[in-house]
């Protein structure tokens, strides 16, 4: 009998240690924050004075007949060029990872003209 409660004790432990982990890692998912993106020539100064952290979503609202979001490293960020991930359905939404994230409007010189954006994460 003393053998089946230390057995339910075990199972209790590892039952409560369980719910914290995903409490924690929940904690961290419900964190996540949405920021809907004006996607324009404007939209190199738009992510100036904003937080943001792994996890949040970025949705960038534009018409899809002129524009269009690829995201790019660096150097493609600061050169207008580059090839990466492309969209182009007017309501793109991208989970940022952790670090900088860089997109451009690969289209007609738009990112000449400022449509570019840094994003960083921590």
Known sequence: MAMAQGRGSATQGLA?????L?????ADVAGAAT???DWSFAADSWSGGKSFRAGDVLVFNYNPSVHNVVAVDAGGYSSCQ??????SSGSDR?????GTSYFICSLMGHCGLGMKMAVNAN
């Open 82 to 87: 580059g090839s990466g991930p492309t969209y």
């Open 94 to 98: 991208v989970t940022l990872g952790a």
């Open 16 to 20: 409560l240690g369980l719910l914290v």
């Open 35 to 37: 920021y809907n993106v």
């Open 22 to 26: 995903c409490l924690f890692l929940g």
